[in-house]
């Protein structure tokens, strides 16, 4: 039963269709390897394994009465894997969205007994796909961290170094992922959330367009699932391979049907080029705010590598990317305004102090996030026009290219740091000290015009640590990214397993 360990999810899926291996196996499997694994690494936090075997054995059911049809991929089973394209597929969910019964809390110790009365719509979707979700995993405390760790879960390791971080606010979701812990999993981005854990942990993952996908339920408790966009955040599938990042996209696309009138973004247009040799590509590696360490700039080298043997247009430069010192500034901006926004009275204050004592001519992007923490709904409007106008320069970059490779992060997974002040951590990047929120600038690249963006793995770090790039691709047109995905994924060679320890041998 190892052999099922790592497959990806489509072909899972496939070997359930074809009678291979039953969906209480997979699911026994995987929770056994949770229990004796997941001590070292607390990537499940809130494990629901009675309701997984039992939503197994009725996968089965299913799957065995698509087996009387005409049977293949054209018969009875053909048509079953097109409705329910997980059936049977063992997942985990970010502790972020309701699962019904579970506790959703955002690791906030006041929401501890907290449990959720459904489902988020997206958990739905999983679930209506045939999905059987295992349990839920570990986030940082209000999402708010490029680590995972709260109180009420502890701390999630990074299954690569222990001592290392997954990343966050996913980090608990491509932690399981790498560890073999479900093929698919559910995440969210605002920060980097479901980019920064899959280059941390050397697996994929894909940030939608804004507003691309419904987020109801997926808010802070105790309020209501609302059906409120959520401004600059996104969920998004996260995967081993990057064809599963389509397949979980695809059954996770389509209105909120609470708010019916919006537009209809389910008909995405197809990728722009199916072969590496159609692609033009901007690649990135530097940054005007800060400097890129070796381990990422080798791993944008050897994507640019591949990009040009197959055959694809490589450019480094370009008038018509938008100005990077003045995007990160913005996004700062808009990051904080959203973040601070439900801070208790007694910490906005202590931001609005800190904010009213900076110089009018301090331009860095600690001030910037000073100033995001208390603007007001008129400079808010000015700086939303600001983004407009980035949007508008990246729709014209995007009619000379097709995608941008960039970094995620400036480096490879990091120590744990835990100091409780965001603000006042630092981290060492090139030999040289910078705030430790200042990293976010590349996350924010795609994040502040709203653009959608696919991690991807692109081999280890001089210390064996995965490192992965992020592919950036024009709004509404998130097939572009995800194929450019799936074509390097065939020259980079993907995901690869950790080395395993002494517990999972």
Known sequence: MERWTYPTAGELASALRAGDVTSTELTEQAIERIEQADGA?????????????????????ALARGAHGRGGEGGARGELGRRRPLLGVPVTVKESFDAVGLPTTWGNPEFRGHLAAEDALLVERMRAAGA??????????????????????????????????????????????AAGFGALSLGSDIGGSLRTPAHFCGVHAHKPTLHLLPTRGMSPPPGPALPTDIELAVAGPMARSAGDLTLLLDVLLGPDPLTRG???????????????DGFRVLVLDEH??????????????????????????????????????????????????????????????????????????????????????????RDWLAADHRRELHRRSWRRLFTEFDAVVAPITPTAAFP????????????????????????????????????????VPTGPST????????????????????RLAELLEEHLGGFRPPPPRPADR
């Open 41 to 61: 690494l607390n990537a499940v936090c809130a494990p629901d394994f009675e309701r997984a075997r039992a939503a197994a054995r009725e996968a089965d059911l």
């Open 132 to 177: 059987v979700v295992l349990g839920k995993t570990n986030v940082p405390l209000g999402l708010r961290d490029i680590q995972t760790y709260n109180e009420i879960h502890g701390t999630t390791n990074n299954p690569w170094d222990l001592a290392r971080t997954p990343g966050g606010s996913s980090g608990g979701s491509a932690a399981a992922l």
């Open 262 to 276: 919006r537009s209809d973004t389910t008909a995405l247009p197809p990728a722009r080029h199916q072969r590496l």
């Open 288 to 377: 005007p705010l800060l400097p890129t360490g070796a381990d990422v700039r080798a791993g944008i080298a050897r994507t640019a590598d591949a990009l040009a043997d197959g055959g694809a247009r490589v450019v480094r430069h370009s008038p018509l990317l938008p100005d990077l010192a003045e995007a990160a500034e913005l996004y700062m901006l808009l990051l904080f305004a959203i973040s601070t926004a439900r801070f208790p009275a007694a910490a906005y204050e202590q931001v609005r102090s800190l904010a009213a004592e900076l110089g009018a001519d301090d331009r860095s992007l600690h001030a910037a996030r000073l100033r995001g923490a208390t603007l007001s709904h």
């Open 416 to 455: 744990h740091h835990q100091d409780p002040d965001l603000l006042n951590r630092r981290i060492t990047i090139a030999g040289t000290d910078h705030r430790y929120l200042d990293q976010l600038v590349w996350a924010g690249l795609a994040t502040m015009p709203g653009l959608p963006a696919t991690a």
């Open 463 to 482: 210390e064996g640590l995965p490192v992965g790039v992020q592919l950036i691709g024009p709004m509404y047109e998130d097939r572009t990214p995800l």
